[in-house]
Structures are given as structure tokens and as C-alpha cells.
């Protein structure tokens, strides 16, 4: 094998710890220091979640351009420019005292979101590892799996010691000093052929896919998923306990989602590294619904609970694999991060509506009955969606 043919495997943990600090810095951070913050800044929290929502919103449209930007010269300056600006806005979330200041440093989280999390990772890995692509997204999806689970506790013992501006300041430095130097190494980008017509067929390319019944289906049925699991996952712990399980208990199944969704991409690339993306996708799609089921069963039945923490973080740890690796299947390397990112705005909106949805479920069918029945038909609608989708194209495959 010669060098050219050698695949980097360094950028594999590179960009895994890279992920879990991108993702526990500007994702799962908030959720412990947005009650500290709005208490010194005298808002509510609507005001407060606002801006963590705008930041999902930016970064859900500027993902394209993003996916686009790695397409064509590579992911180094993409992401080491996210990795600055990242450093920058958490120093600037440090010293906010009015809510102008607090949305206009998530504006910039957001747009540091779009270029240095796992879209945009996805794409330098489908770009460095050719036809290895899969396994290399799934390895990394590992190491972000643990992102939460490093970062809910070490937020939480910072802010406790230091306070919520220092933590911030912290979470600034480890970006400009981890993230920004491991980005900066990632491997030159070298197009086979020519700039113009590298540039002339990903424009002819991705117009086609954009005309593409298909892909609007599919990007449907992931929005369908994502939507739900951001909206369970903020209110979780009201619809456990609303059912008479007591705050100890709730909080025992929401811990085990968080491992259950690492071990669901454990079992992705050690038993369904040879099937395809798309028939994992279905399994995963219609995990969600049937999971939302059993939160109707009696609470005595505490074992059903616990069922339904590991096909809800299961299903939710696959479909983070199958939304990096669909794509590629389908539509090949050469325009991924484009293709993806087109993908992903919707589903990153989605993400930040979930639980905006589920909380006017609850206020228009007076409880978490109705909402549950609503979030299970809206899943399992989008798992029918893909399954349809998937199998219709399967087919037209096989015919041609």
C-alpha cells in the first residue's frame, strides 16, 4: 500500500473528542447553566431556551453551505474557523448581562454549530475514507455518544466551583485550545479532477437530487423522527412523572437512554455493519413509535419502562449513523456534504421545534395523553414514509 492509498486513521479520535466538545460545549451545556443565567439575568425561561433555539435554527440553515464549503475545499477551515468563532461566542456567553448580548452570542454558537458538528465531520469522513466511509462515521458517532455523559456532570461540578461565566470562559479555552489545532491538522483537501469542473458538476448534481421525489420523502421521514425525539427529550421527565412514577424512577430510565444510544451504535457496526443504511434506517424509524407505545402501560410495570429507555436511545443512537450514512449510499461521495446538509437544515429546525410542539400538544389536548398519541402517530407516519420510500426505490433499482 503506498501513502496515498493510507487512510488517516488518527482523524477518527481526532474528530470524535473534537465532537464530544463541540457537542457538551454549545449543545448539552445549557441545559445545566440556563437556570443560574436566567435567574442573574431576570428573564424567563422562554427568553433563555429562545436563544438556544435560535442557535438550532441558524444552524439548521447554514448547513448546506456548510456540507457545499466541504465538498469543495475540504473541511480544514471550515471547522478550525467554527473552533475560533465557537471560542469566541462562549467567552462572549461569559460576561452577557442583557438578553440583546445572550441572543447575539447563541446567533453565533449557531453558526459555529453548523461548521464544526457532526454534519460537517460527516462529510471530511466520507471525503478521507472513500468506500470506508460508514465505519469511520460510526466510530466517531461513538466517541460524540458520550458527550452528554461527560459534560452534563462536569458543567454541573464547574458551575458549582467556579460559577456559570467561568464555566463558559473554560468551555471558550478548550475550544481554542483542543478543537481549533485538532481541526487545523485535518488532511489537505485534494479534488480528483479540476476546480470548475469539480464546481460545475456538484452545482449539476445537486440540482438533480434537489428535483428528486425521493429525497424529499426521506428528508421528510428523518424531520417526522427527529422532531419527536427533540420533543421527548425535553419533556421526558414531566410525562414519566405525570404517570405517578415517582422523580427517583424517572430519572433512573432517562440515565439509561444515554448508553443505550452508544450500544445502539455498537450493535450498528459490529451487526449491521453489512446490511445497508437503509434497511437499519427502517429498523431504527419504527423503534420510536413502538417505544412511545409503552409508555402507555401501566406504571407498575416498571420492566416495560425500562424497555422502553433501550428501543427509545437505541433507535435514536442509530438514526444519528443512518442520517451521516444514507446519503452516501444513495447518492454517492462526490456532492455528501452538500446533499447532507441540505438534509439536515429541516432536520435541525425541527430539532429546535420539538419541544415548542410538544408543549402546545399538551395546552391543546389539556395533557400528555393526547400528546403522546399525537408524537407516536407523527413518528410513525415518518417511519412509514421511509419505509415506503426506501423499498419504492429499491425496487425501481432492481427493475432497471
Known amino acids: 500500500m503506498n501513502a496515498a492509498d493510507r487512510k488517516p486513521i488518527w482523524l477518527i479520535p481526532t474528530l470524535g473528542l473534537t465532537q464530544i466538545i463541540g457537542w457538551g460545549s454549545m449543545f ?75 441572543y447575539l452570542a447563541w446567533a453565533g454558537i449557531g453558526v459555529a454549530m453548523s461548521a464544526t458538528l457532526y454534519q460537517s465531520a460527516f462529510a471530511v469522513l466520507t471525503q478521507v475514507f472513500g468506500n470506508g466511509y460508514r465505519r469511520a462515521i460510526t466510530m466517531v458517532t461513538l466517541f460524540g455518544g458520550f458527550a452528554s455523559t461527560v459534560f452534563w456532570p462536569l458543567t454541573q461540578a464547574l458551575s458549582d466551583h467556579v460559577g456559570w461565566r467561568n464555566t463558559w470562559l473554560i468551555f471558550a479555552a478548550v475550544n481554542l485550545l483542543l478543537c481549533f489545532p485538532l481541526h487545523w491538522r485535518l488532511p489537505a483537501f485534494s479534488p480528483a479532477v479540476d476546480a470548475r469542473t469539480h464546481r460545475n458538476t456538484h452545482k449539476a448534481g445537486l440540482a438533480v437530487i434537489l428535483r428528486e421525489r425521493r429525497f424529499y420523502l426521506i428528508t421528510s421521514a428523518v424531520t417526522f423522527n427527529a422532531l419527536v425525539f427533540s420533543a421527548m427529550s425535553l419533556h421526558l421527565m414531566s410525562i414519566l412523572q405525570s404517570k405517578g412514577i415517582s422523580p427517583t424512577h424517572a430519572a433512573a430510565i432517562g440515565a439509561m437512554i444515554g448508553p443505550m444510544q452508544v450500544l445502539g451504535r455498537i450493535l450498528e457496526t459490529t451487526f449491521g455493519r453489512n446490511t445497508s443504511s437503509h434497511k437499519v434506517g427502517m429498523i431504527a424509524m419504527w423503534l420510536l413509535p413502538l417505544a412511545l407505545a409503552l409508555l402507555f402501560a401501566p406504571t407498575e410495570w416498571f420492566v416495560i419502562y425500562v424497555f422502553f429507555a433501550a428501543m427509545y436511545g437505541i433507535g435514536n443512537g442509530v438514526m444519528t449513523i443512518v442520517r451521516g450514512t444514507l446519503l452516501a449510499e444513495l447518492y454517492g461521495r462526490e456532492i455528501y456534504g452538500a446533499v447532507s446538509g441540505a438534509m439536515a437544515a429541516p432536520v435541525m429546525i425541527a430539532i429546535a421545534a420539538g419541544p415548542f410542539v410538544a408543549s402546545l400538544l399538551y395546552s391543546a389536548t389539556g395533557g400528555y395523553t393526547g400528546t403522546l398519541l399525537i408524537l407516536a402517530a407523527i413518528c410513525a407516519f415518518g417511519a412509514i414514509l421511509f419505509s415506503y420510500t426506501v423499498v419504492s426505490a429499491r425496487q425501481d433499482t432492481d427493475t432497471d
Open 28 to 102: 448539552y451545556a445549557y441545559g445545566v447553566l440556563m437556570q443560574p443565567m436566567e435567574a442573574e439575568l431576570q428573564t424567563s425561561r422562554s427568553v433563555v431556551v429562545g436563544a438556544y433555539s435560535v442557535a438550532l435554527l441558524i444552524s439548521g440553515c447554514l448547513s448546506m453551505l456548510a456540507g457545499s464549503i466541504v465538498d469543495r475545499i475540504g473541511g480544514r477551515l471550515l471547522m478550525a474557523a467554527g473552533s475560533l468563532l465557537a471560542a469566541l461566542m462562549l467567552a462572549l456567553l461569559s460576561n452577557v448581562h442583557n438578553v440583546l448580548t445572550l
